[in-house]
């Protein structure tokens, strides 16, 4: 089982950029397809962004897509997601997620069997 941590959150305005970081351990970190996806309240978890264990391919929720990035350093075990111009919207609990041994994961929450404890995003407006 991979541990993942992550860090970054807190209260914003919209408008304003972030940077989540997640770091993981246990597991070795290039072997690791990764994610994030993001929780409102009442409402269901929801993809925000995925990279393959390489970096080579990445993609966007369409929800973010167009103020998302998401990239990995495999030298220092970091899953990070760069979001800008925040929106209200964007309120959730974001939690990475790990799939070991697979080279991308994708959208689907089913894909993925290590989880994050998650982070607070509050975008203030």
């Known amino acids: 089982q991979a541990q993942l941590v992550e860090s970054g959150g807190g209260l914003v305005q919209a408008g304003d950029s972030l940077r989540l970081s997640c770091v993981a351990s246990?597991?070795?970190?290039?072997?690791?397809?990764m994610a994030w996806f993001r929780q409102a309240p009442g409402k269901e978890r929801e993809f925000v962004a995925a990279?393959?264990?390489?970096?080579?391919?990445?993609e966007c929720g369409v929800s973010v897509k167009g103020r998302c990035t998401i990239s990995r350093d495999n030298d220092k075990n970091i899953l990070y997601l760069d979001l800008n111009n925040l929106k209200s919207a964007d309120t959730a609990v974001y939690t990475c997620?790990?799939?070991?041994?697979?080279?991308?994961?994708?959208?689907?929450?089913?894909?993925?069997?290590?989880w994050g404890q998650g982070i607070q995003i509050t975008v203030s407006s």
């Open positions: 246990g597991l070795t970190f290039t072997t690791l397809a």
């Open positions: 990279i393959s264990k390489d970096g080579s391919t990445t």
């Open positions: 997620a790990a799939r070991p041994q697979a080279k991308y994961a994708g959208r689907f929450l089913a894909n993925y069997n290590n």
